[in-house]
């Protein structure tokens, strides 16, 4: 079955840069569109955007100037940057298998990172 | 944007109780909305999509059904594997977005 693991720092500094990365295992990560989602404390989840195998890309307004999604099939792994960090960026990241075929939902999802953002 | 308004924001009920959880959008969605289960330290698992597709693989005593802009999702006979946070979610447009969730408790 597919499983998606993100990875990545858990712990920066504002202003800093956040890059994290989702290992797509059980699947190839070809024809699908993969998406970021974060929960921050005490909030709902929040999307971020997606990117699909070709390298399309579709981001969340909120965060659109900060935000960069990427994708190497080689490696069957996509990834997220987010720029200009700040405390509001504090949240547990996700990624997620987003299908969009007719029916459109998240099918899949790794079990989440946490990132804070502290001085 | 969509926004996704989805109540209780709790609720505690026992084994065997019937649930309903609720959310409303702002504008129309059509059926384009989906209902996840997630238990801490847990990945999000999809229970119903499109309002009312039950996911291959989900119990049946889970069932989604929409009103309009409202969508329920219904828990006919809680197990206590049950106990967790519920969520709905719209995919009518971007952004997506989400409601604020339902933790279940046992009472």
């Known amino acids: 079955q597919v499983q998606l693991q993100e990875s990545g720092p858990g712990l920066l500094k504002p202003s800093e840069t956040l890059s994290l990365t989702c290992s797509v295992s059980g699947d190839s990560i070809s024809g699908y569109y993969w998406s970021w989602v974060r929960q921050p404390p005490g909030c709902q989840m929040e999307w971020i955007g997606y990117?699909?195998?070709?390298?399309?890309?579709n981001y969340n307004p909120s965060l659109n100037s900060r935000v960069t999604m990427s994708i190497d099939t080689s490696k069957n792994h996509f990834s997220l940057r987010l720029n200009s960090l700040t405390a509001a960026d504090t949240a547990i990241y996700y990624c997620?298998?987003?299908?969009?075929?007719?029916?459109?939902?998240?099918?899949?999802w790794g079990k989440g990172t946490t990132v804070t953002v502290s001085s | 944007d969509i926004q996704m308004t989805q109540s209780p924001s709790s609720l505690s009920a026992s084994v065997g109780d019937r649930v309903t959880i609720t959310c409303r959008a702002s504008?129309?969605?059509?059926?384009?909305l989906n209902w996840y289960q997630q238990k801490p330290g847990e990945a999000p698992k999809l229970l119903i999509h499109t309002a009312s597709s039950l996911r291959v693989g989900v119990p049946p005593r889970f069932s989604g059904s929409r009103s309009g802009t409202e969508f329920t999702l219904t828990i006919s006979s809680l197990q206590p594997e049950d106990f967790a946070t519920y969520f709905c979610q719209q995919t009518k447009s971007f952004p997506l977005t989400f409601g604020q969730g339902t933790r279940l408790e046992i009472k």
């Open positions: 990117v699909y195998y070709t390298g399309s890309t």
């Open positions: 504008q129309n969605i059509d059926s384009y």
């Open positions: 997620a298998r987003y299908i969009r075929s007719g029916q459109y939902y998240m099918d899949v």
